[in-house]
């Protein structure tokens, strides 16, 4: 069930109209009737009262922020008259504002009730908001790092040519954003305890379609809390799962139009346990990773980090301390959990 003391619940569906009636149904649930709730959908499913994510006037408000700490380097660029209303779209910004918004959310209201796009536009959100200070420190830092040597080796031409340089300082991170994104990413974490409760289209008993979704999700990084099926094969997949699916994530068919009762009865459920662990004695890491093949899997490790790869997509696993100077020496893949193990 949604504990009171879950922080965070995400929910994302195939059909805006499931993912606006499990919102719905998640706030006539003891507990969470006062939960805040942030619409990053970008279309703007929800109504009022419900606090929604709208791509233009977040960009607008942030760059009232920005603008004077980036004075010096737009007239250095001879931008100072640039009409930001005016830049063409660029790619992956508004997935970024969509991160900084939910950010700033989890910093000013707890407990939080998100509704995220469909799935698969849903856990890229999630992946950037987990990765985001890490992106940070290995992109951005080495590049400002740089132009401040190059800065002070331009110093004298600087002089002559009567040049002002801007120093690198005004495009770091604020500190207070800083902050918002490490405890972003922190709450996001695998072995934390926020929620996310998916809505995926089953549409053939055979449930391949539905295994590959699984697997890229596993892939990404991510364990559902719980997850409701609609499609053809619902009822059937929810009634005998295939056997690749985890025995702890409970599957539930979801009809459309939505029953109420139904949905509240989906999110009241236990979610589902499966984290990684590790056993530090024998030097084991065993993963949650349902519907991944272990035909098409391939392990690999480099350095400190594990990479799976599977159809085309990667995951970067972290290993824990007492695996750092180990090498894995094994992999098995069996019931939807990877086991690793090291010597």
Request: glycine fraction near 4%; proline fraction near 9%; charge should be negative.
């Amino acid at each position: 069930m949604l504990l009171l003391g879950s922080d965070l619940h995400c929910i994302s569906a195939d059909l805006p109209s499931l993912a606006c009636a499990l919102v719905e149904a998640e706030q006539r649930l003891p507990g969470r009737a006062g939960a805040a709730v942030l619409d990053l959908s970008g279309e703007q499913w929800l109504a009022p009262p419900a606090s929604a994510y709208s791509a233009v006037p977040y960009a607008m408000q942030l760059w009232q922020q920005l603008e004077p700490r980036l004075e010096a380097w737009l007239q250095l660029l001879q931008l100072q008259q640039l009409e930001p209303l005016l830049v063409p779209p660029l790619p992956g910004v508004d997935m970024l504002l969509r991160c900084l918004a939910l950010a700033e959310a989890l910093c000013e209201q707890r407990p939080l009730t998100v509704l995220l796009p469909a799935p698969g536009e849903a856990l890229a959100l999630l992946e950037l908001a987990r990765t985001g200070p890490a992106l940070v420190e290995s992109l951005l830092e080495p590049l400002l790092a740089w132009w401040d040597q190059t800065r002070q080796s331009l110093s004298s031409l600087e002089l002559m040519l009567r040049l002002k340089l801007p120093s690198s300082q005004s495009l770091r991170l604020d500190a207070s954003w800083r902050l918002r994104l490490e405890q972003m990413a922190a709450l996001l974490a695998p072995e934390e305890a926020w929620q996310l409760s998916l809505a995926l289209e089953c549409p053939d008993s055979e449930a391949r379609l539905l295994r590959q979704r699984l697997s890229a999700i596993s892939l990404r990084g991510f364990m559902p809390s719980r997850v409701g099926l609609h499609g053809a094969a619902a009822a059937e997949l929810a009634a005998a799962p295939p056997s690749w699916w985890p025995a702890e994530l409970a599957a539930t068919a979801l009809v459309n139009p939505p029953d109420p009762e139904v949905f509240k009865a989906f999110l009241a459920q236990a979610p589902c346990a499966d984290r990684p662990h590790l056993d530090a004695d024998a030097f084991v890491l065993r993963l949650p990773m349902p519907g991944v093949d272990k035909a098409e899997l391939d392990v690999q490790q480099i350095g400190a980090q594990i990479v799976l790869i599977s159809h085309g997509l990667r995951r970067l696993v972290p290993l824990p301390e007492p695996l750092q100077a180990k090498q894995c020496s094994g992999a098995r893949l069996e019931q939807g959990w990877l086991e690793l193990r090291f010597s």
